[in-house]
């Protein structure tokens, strides 16, 4: 697995995802990006939607200080 911050979770597969209503997903690509900001409209695929939130600024914290969503 490889963590990218505001970015998916990158796993080698294939894989099995075993979602929060028990229901199993599968691909048998050789490496998956899964969702890790939920805005996915194929969760738990991720389908490159966190770019379209992102600052856009870099890996550090917004100017204002506040929390992104």
Same mark, same amino acid.
């Given at each position: 697995?490889?963590?990218? &911050? @505001?970015?998916?979770? =990158?796993?080698? $597969?294939?894989?099995?995802?075993? =979602?929060?209503?028990? /229901? /199993?997903? *599968?691909? +048998?690509?050789? @490496?998956? #990006? =899964?969702? /890790?900001?939920? &805005? ?8 490159? *939607?966190? &770019? #379209? @939130? *992102? *600052?856009? #600024? $870099?890996?550090?914290?917004? #100017? +204002?200080?506040?929390? @992104?969503?």
């Amino acid at each position: 697995m490889k963590v990218q &911050r @505001r970015g998916p979770l =990158l796993v080698e $597969g294939p894989v099995e995802v075993e =979602l929060e209503d028990g /229901t /199993t997903v *599968s691909s +048998d690509r050789f @490496r998956v #990006a =899964l969702c /890790t900001c939920r &805005r996915s409209r194929r969760f738990p695929w991720c389908d490159t *939607s966190h &770019r #379209a @939130r *992102s *600052s856009g #600024a $870099g890996d550090g914290p917004p #100017a +204002d200080g506040q929390p @992104r969503p």
